[in-house]
Each structure stands twice: as C-alpha cells, then as structure tokens.
C-alpha cells in the first residue's frame, strides 16, 4: 500500500486488488491512491505483476477481487470513457506498418474520439526528434524510432492517466531526456502517471509501489 497520509484525496483509487495470471496469483490487496499531478513507479522482479497490474487497470486482464475507482466511481461501470482517460504504453509500440508516423497518431487521436490538432501532433513530434522521419512507414522504422512513435502518439493524444510499461526500453539518452521532460509537463500539467521499470525514471516526487515483497 502506497501512503497517502497529508495528500490531496485520490483522483484514482485502487483497493485490495488481486489478479492471477496462468493459475497463479500475482499480487493480491494491493491498495493505492493518485492524485491530479503524481507519479507512481511500479518496481519488483521479473513476474511479480508489473505489466499485469497495468493491464488490470487498463481492463485489459480481469482482476479476482477488489475495486478500481475515478473520483469515486468504479471504472467498470462505464469502461468506454474509462478507457478514454488512459494512455497507454506497452512492450508493444501497436504502430500500423503501412502508415506513416504522422498518419499512426492521427488516427490514435481519431479512434479515441478526440481531435485532431495538428499543432499538437507537431509539438509530439520535435519532442522525439521525429519530425523528418514523420512521413516514413513505421514499417521502415528502427526499433527506438518506433518506441519514440509510440510516445509522440501517447504526448499528442488528450489522456489523463498514463499507463507505461518499460518506457525506456530502446531509447537512447537524449530520447530518455526526451520523455522525462514531457512526462514532468504531464504532471506539472495535472495529469497522473504510473509507470513499471527497472531503472529510476530520474523524477522528482515520483512515488514507488514495490511489487512481489
């Protein structure tokens, strides 16, 4: 459990929140709470249910027992705009090949129901050093332009809760640089955050939840 004591009262709350994954259970009454602008840093072994706790609160996996809550309202009740809240950022960058980089976030933007502000998707862009390569095929990408992809498409999009597994895996420094800076003005911003790693994210305030004790 993450301690909340002289916080603001939560945006999101989790409570006794268990999940299995392949028959075994991973993590069970797992409680927390954010609130607009924090960050919480999953940490733990291999298999200690980072990525499934993501999952779980992305509904994308079931959990067996316990309660997810946005302002008081469990998720559940209307998983559609739920999943509009969130942004998310697997081991898996889910680009289409054939599109090009620009056309990949548009299209994010569009499936999401939001608009689509070209200043905006520009601004995601320079901030990965991917406005020359915007027009390329992701097909043709490399494996760090595709995870800076990925994120220029999370930064363009409108979520306010961020989901990121692993969000440094294939960037190299100056791209790490890159994400801490828009993952500050996300905070700063009011936005909330929780992201599973291996290694310090380097943000101030971020707190941690550490998985598998």
Do not use: Y
Request: with cysteine; charged share 25%; hydrophobic share 45%.
């Amino acid at each position: 459990m993450v301690d909340r004591r002289g916080m603001a009262p939560a945006f999101l709350d989790v409570s006794g929140l268990s999940c299995r994954r392949g028959g075994r259970r991973v993590f069970e009454g797992l409680s927390f709470g954010l609130g607009a602008g924090e960050l919480l840093t999953l940490t733990g072994p291999n298999g200690s249910g980072k990525t499934t706790l993501l999952r779980a609160l992305a509904l994308l996996v079931p959990s067996d027992a316990g309660a997810i809550q946005w302002r008081g309202a469990d998720v559940t009740a209307d998983r559609e705009a739920w999943r509009k809240r969130l942004g998310w950022l697997g081991h898996q960058e889910g680009l289409k090949a054939d599109l090009s980089v620009r056309e990949n976030i548009s299209i994010a933007c569009r499936l999401r129901g939001e608009s689509v502000h070209r200043n905006r998707i520009d601004e995601a862009l320079a901030a990965f050093d991917l406005v020359r390569l915007s027009h390329r095929p992701a097909r043709t990408l490399s494996a760090g332009q595709r995870r800076r992809a990925a994120l220029a498409r999370l930064v363009a999009g409108e979520a306010q809760v961020w989901l990121l597994d692993e969000p440094f895996n294939a960037l190299d420094a100056p791209s790490q640089a890159a994400l801490r800076d828009v993952m500050e003005t996300h905070i700063e911003d009011g936005g909330l955050a929780i992201a599973a790693t291996h290694v310090s994210l380097g943000l101030r305030g971020a707190r941690t939840l550490e998985l598998g004790k």
